[in-house]
């Protein structure tokens, strides 16, 4: 279907009719596709007519970080997002991303507990002051931010000792784009080694990228179709999906349903619409590998499944001591109130007692040893035994000076 790969590859909004985008009370014989991915345009009371088929899936991201965050038992997470205001081309993804997790973690909010935090890189670039209040109050933090900005904040968090593994990072990313590299800590500023320690404590996440090698080819096919089927250029895609709409006897209701709960294959990508007329994306997450330095996949959040499979050997091991995955907070409490006064205080006094217990063991050693000395004492170790004593025969000449001087 030509009107797919369009939608697909163009990444415009298809408006047949110039009035609101789709909404209940509008006119039956209208279709509308859109490249918004909000989970709001998933509600068919009110968006009945439309068909969702947005780059980035915001519904599986959110759904899939919480349920992430569900593999290694974490409840509470400091969201830390940017307005990106110097980066207008990506402020709505980090801002439809942010909303959208919100919105679930509100809907869940007995089972997940989240401080939320606003900044504007653009003005701030000091991340101490943030960083200080997510480590008082949670061992996860989720950033939604730019590539840069998240190495910026990892390098201000490994001076403060937060990537030592009693905290991880999650930060949530767009699907690539030919302008814009992959994610890496080498920035050849002079900081390259410290960002390589400090990247050790985060896990991206995304949705799975498009193939863009096979695009361009594609593409070309796209325009020849719609030339050569419908006497259209590429610019008039909307057109295309008229021509074939306008065919039919459906309402825009009924002819939006044809698209649900199905998947068109592409070369980039495979495109699937769920059940309520959006686009399910499965999210791909991500870590540094230490041995070849790249940021490679480790698990996969199914998004019509709704499971999460590893997919690397290497998900089950954690670059730091202990070999295991922060905990959800500390034993004791951020500031202690899960243990009783009696506890902390035993907890306060352990390197006291620990060291009035070796130099305990240090004096009982040396008493040990003084006990022994005695005891060799006793048996007369420095008495002169007959058979060692020497007879010296001198002369009778020979005088012998006794006298002290």
């Known amino acids: 279907m030509e009107f797919a790969a369009v939608l697909e590859v163009s990444k415009l909004h298809f408006i047949l009719e110039n009035n609101d985008l789709g909404q209940s009370g509008s006119s039956t014989k209208e279709q509308k596709f859109s490249v918004a991915g909000d989970t709001r345009l998933s509600n068919k009371q009110r968006y009945p007519t439309v068909v969702t088929a947005a780059g980035t899936d915001h519904t599986s991201m959110a759904t899939g970080v919480l349920q992430f965050m569900d593999q290694f038992k974490w409840r509470t997470a400091t969201l830390i997002c940017d307005s990106l205001t110097q980066y207008p081309g990506l402020s709505t993804f980090v801002i439809t991303s942010c909303t959208n997790l919100r919105m679930l973690q509100q809907s869940r909010r007995s089972a997940y507990n989240f401080f939320n935090l606003d900044l504007n890189s653009a003005v701030t670039q000091d991340y101490t002051t943030f960083l200080q209040q997510a480590k008082l109050q949670s061992r996860i933090v989720i950033l939604v931010t730019h590539p840069k900005i998240m190495r910026d904040i990892l390098l201000a968090a490994y001076a403060m000792n937060m990537t030592d593994g009693e905290y991880m990072f999650l930060a949530a990313m767009s699907t690539s784009v030919p302008t814009r590299g992959p994610i890496t800590w080498k920035f050849q500023d002079g900081e390259d080694k ?8 985060v896990i991206t996440y995304s949705n799975i990228d498009p193939n863009w090698r096979e695009v361009t080819d594609w593409t070309d096919q796209i325009a020849s179709t719609a030339s ?19 065919e039919t006897d459906l309402d825009g209701k009924r002819f939006a349903q ?4 199905r998947t068109f294959q592409f070369p980039s990508r495979n495109l699937t619409i769920g059940p309520y007329g959006t686009r399910v994306v499965d999210v791909v997450f991500s870590r540094l590998n230490i041995t070849s330095g790249g940021i490679e996949e480790n698990w996969r959040y199914g998004a019509t499944r709704k499971t999460i499979v590893a997919t690397s050997t290497r998900a089950a091991s954690w670059p730091w001591t202990g070999g295991a995955p922060p905990l959800d907070h500390p034993p004791c409490g ?5 243990c009783s006064a009696t506890t902390r205080a035993f907890a306060a006094e352990v390197p006291a007692v620990v060291a009035a217990m070796a130099l305990t063991a240090l004096v009982c050693s040396i008493c040990c040893y003084l006990k022994r000395l005695k005891a060799d004492s006793s048996a007369g170790w420095w008495l ?16 012998l000076d006794l006298s002290f001087s």
């Open 228 to 246: 050569t089927r419908f006497n259209l250029t590429l610019p008039n895609e909307h057109k295309v999906l008229q021509s074939v709409y306008l």
């Open 258 to 261: 044809l698209f649900w709960n």
């Open 384 to 399: 002169i035994c007959d058979e060692h004593l020497v007879t010296a025969v001198l002369p009778k000449s020979t005088k």
């Open 334 to 338: 951020y500031r202690g109130e899960l």
């Open 194 to 201: 410290v960002a390589f320690e400090a990247f050790k404590s």
